[in-house]
Nanobody, 122 residues
Framework: HVQLVESGGGSVQAGGSLRLSCAAS????????MGWFRQSPGKGREGVAA??????AVAESVKGRFSVSKGNAKNTLYLDMTNLKPEDTGMYYC??????????????????WGQGTQVTVS
């Protein structure tokens, strides 16, 4: 049973920074992909970053401000957010899928989801 646990959210002022962490457990396969998504009130879920064996990158919309990286443990994914803006406010979710997977920010490609961590920028 795959579990994803996000942490690191909080309230910051515009221009501030946060680091989100996602810890995954329960994988039985060696190949898996992970991603970060966010959802603001009244808006759909937006892909922010994704990590697959061949590529790790953020969405164009946050390029230059956000970066994504893997932890030393292969089941950890970080999202470093800098120069935060009020429009970055939302619930941030970690997602994952196993097996062969290409880099994608489409949420329907991900089978497992964390509970989310709130980011509020004022």
């Amino acid at each position: 049973h795959v579990q994803l646990v996000e942490s690191g959210g909080g309230s910051v002022q515009a221009g501030g920074s946060l680091r989100l962490s996602c810890a995954a457990s329960g994988y039985t396969q060696s190949s898996y992909c992970m991603g970060w998504f966010r959802q603001s009130p009244g808006k759909g879920r937006e892909g922010v970053a994704a990590s697959v064996p061949t590529r790790i990158a953020v969405a164009e919309s946050v390029k230059g401000r956000f970066s994504v990286s893997k932890g030393n443990a292969k089941n950890t994914l970080y999202l470093d957010m800098t120069n935060l803006k009020p429009e970055d406010t939302g619930m941030y979710y970690c997602a994952a899928r196993t097996g062969l997977c290409g880099w994608t920010l489409r949420d329907y490609n991900y089978a497992f989801w964390g509970q989310g961590t709130q980011v509020t920028v004022s």
